[in-house]
């Protein structure tokens, strides 16, 4: 199925999560991680994912990006259902249509920042377009690093080798996991730099969970989570009134 085909609804919202569920353990050591949660993702957007230690941020980014699977709902991608087929046609799906940026960056440490980059389209049996790689790490500040191995870069530089890497499929959704958990403040803001870059330039829709409220305020909007539930949304979010809103949320934080 080519693009132009997608449903008008699948075009506008890559991602889209119904009813999810997810629980730990059985009865009455149970855990509801998640309780039901229902919501979509417009195309070109970045939105945050907030909400207090436990209230269930990393089980939504891993069952909406077939990390792992829920105990009841649906995730579409493009309109397609994520987690139908056996766990070898889930991972085709997902090389083929998601993204990933996490905290520790996870680049291989023998390859360099190119072969790291490279890597995904390899594996999902794609033409590697070298080129593109090549100017997705130009743009992300690091033409004189392609061929330096991981552990010759700096942490921002590494995350910024792992956003180019997410980048270069042009998947349907991006997923990053505390892209900038990890990282002193200026490294975070070049980071966040080139996550907007990517969505208002390459017009990817991107999905990141995070705990700090200044990052938070790179998003076009805010999910905030408490309990394994949505209890809000903002738009046009500034650092402080994400922080006021955790405050809300979580009296503790
Ligand atoms: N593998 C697991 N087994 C049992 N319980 C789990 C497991 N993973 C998560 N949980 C529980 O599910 C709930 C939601 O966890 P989750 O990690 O999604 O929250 P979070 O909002 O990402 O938290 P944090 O901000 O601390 O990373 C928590 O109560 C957690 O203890």
Known sequence: MID????????????RVVELTKSYGVA???VTALAGVTTEFAAATFTSIMGPSGSGKSTLLQCASGLDRPTSGTVYV????????SEAEIT?????????????????PTLTALQNVILPMRLAGKKVDRRRCIELLTEVGLRDRIDHRPAELSGGQQQRVAIARALASRPSVVFADEPTGALDGASAREVLAVLRVAVDVHRQTV???TH???AASYADSVVFLADGRIVGTMTEPT?????EQMLRLDPAS
Do not use: C, K
């Not at 493009?78 to 087929?85: I, M, P, R, S």
């Open 4 to 15: 132009s085909d997608l449903p008008r609804s699948a075009m506008q919202h890559p991602l």
């Open 28 to 30: 009455p050591t149970e």
């Open 78 to 85: 493009d309109g397609t259902e994520l987690l139908q087929g």
């Open 92 to 108: 085709r799906f997902r090389r083929a249509r998601i993204g990933f940026v996490f905290q520790q960056y996870n680049l291989l």
């Open 207 to 209: 999905v990141m969970v």
């Open 212 to 214: 700090d409220p200044v």
């Open 239 to 243: 650092a402080p009134r994400v922080a």
